[in-house]
Nanobody
């Protein structure tokens, strides 16, 4: 069982930056691949980035590649999403998720989810 709590969301101007954190409970955090997703009103949940348990592999959606960076610190049971050059279309609720079996892009493959943190980008 893994419990996830996101933080770091807020209101930022277009072109600005934010760093989201996702703190995990449980001693097996390092065994999970971790992902970040977002969901805007009226839209489906969108994959953003994923990182392997060892941090040796990371994937990004084309929409955020080059602007967002996923990282993790297994000693702190925390995964991060550094977001730069933010745009109004990045406005959404951002979620972290944990996947025991695979490093995937599909929300359906993730086993545990946080409650989400709101990111609002003003233009």
């Amino acid at each position: 069982q893994v419990q996830l709590v996101e933080s770091g969301g807020g209101l930022v101007q277009a072109g600005g930056s934010l760093r989201l954190s996702c703190a995990a409970s449980g001693r097996t955090f390092s065994a999970y691949a971790m992902g970040w997703f977002r969901q805007a009103p009226g839209k489906e949940r969108e994959f953003l980035a994923a990182i392997s348990w060892s941090a040796g592999t990371a994937y990004y959606a084309d929409s955020v590649k080059g602007r967002f960076t996923i990282s993790r610190d297994n000693a702190k049971n925390t995964v991060y999403l550094e977001m730069n050059s933010l745009k109004a279309e990045d406005t959404a609720v951002y979620y972290c998720a944990a996947d025991k079996l695979r490093l995937g892009r599909s929300a359906a493959s993730y086993d545990y989810w946080g409650q989400g943190t709101q990111v609002t980008v003003s233009s």
